[in-house]
């Protein structure tokens, strides 16, 4: 018997709003009850509609983030922050410079770290969030090869935080984000890992579209096994995945 829920929307605005105001009303419960909220945020075109949203809900219904601590899923490796493809300038310009989140509460990795601290910097990384008593949210996109962050197929459901090589097909679907040149599309990341992501004590999965219909019935109904890293969501206890019509 499989634990996680799926829920169907006309289309993926009505979804946005339907996620956003689950993460609105987490924020206000634990606000209500003294606690901070940590939330795991993704990139990528799909989530765009939910931070719009929550952008909404915060200039109109007050909804504050100063209570808010967040932890991006992956960055590409290297890539300076202020660059066009970068993760933390992506953050900031769809979400975090329009809310009132305080700059030293969001955290995404580094894209600059030289290449022989990054084992200490994914240890760091998973512990800020333990030490925040883990995420109590996760928001998740899917690949098209069912890759969840940069959790590409191979990846193990332990697998920790780390620099990942990107697959090929990663890759030429991320190019025409970097003027359709694959060549430009740098050839890894670092990804907070299958275990840390399935730690999350709610997880909701978005998926827009025909594109994403294949893949995402393999990780449903499929097994469950490293091929396919987003099938690794069947063994969580909380998950949601909401999918447009
Ligand atoms: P997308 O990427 O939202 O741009 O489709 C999803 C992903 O690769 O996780």
Known sequence: MNRYQLKFFADSQEASVFVAHEIANLIRQKNKNGEYCVLGLATGSTPKSIYKELIRLHKEEGLS????????????????PNSL??????????????????????????????????????AAYEQKIEALGGLDFQLLGIGGN???????????????????????????????????????????????????????????????GERKALVLKAAIEGPVDETLPA?????HADTLFVIDN
């Not at 983030?65 to 290297?78: G, I, T």
């Not at 993760?87 to 700059?103: C, G, S, T, W």
């Not at 890759?171 to 907070?192: C, D, N, Y």
Request: with cysteine.
């Open 85 to 122: 493809n970068s993760y933390v300038r992506f953050m900031k310009e769809q979400l975090f410079n329009h809310v009132d989140i305080p700059a030293e509460n969001y955290f995404i990795p580094d894209g600059t770290i030289s290449a022989d601290k990054i084992k200490e910097f994914c």
């Open 146 to 208: 069912g890759h969840i962050g940069f959790n590409e197929p191979g990846s193990l459901i332990n697998s920790g935080t780390r620099l990942m090589m990107l697959d090929h097909a990663t890759r030429v679907a991320a190019a025409s984000e970097f003027g359709g040149q694959l060549s430009k599309v740098p050839k890894k990341a670092i990804t907070l890992g299958v275990e840390k992501i399935l730690q999350a004590k709610r997880i909701v999965l978005l998926a827009w």
């Open 65 to 80: 983030f100063k209570k808010v601590y967040s932890f991006n899923l992956d960055e590409y490796y290297p890539m300076e």
């Open 231 to 235: 099938s690794y969501l069947q063994t």
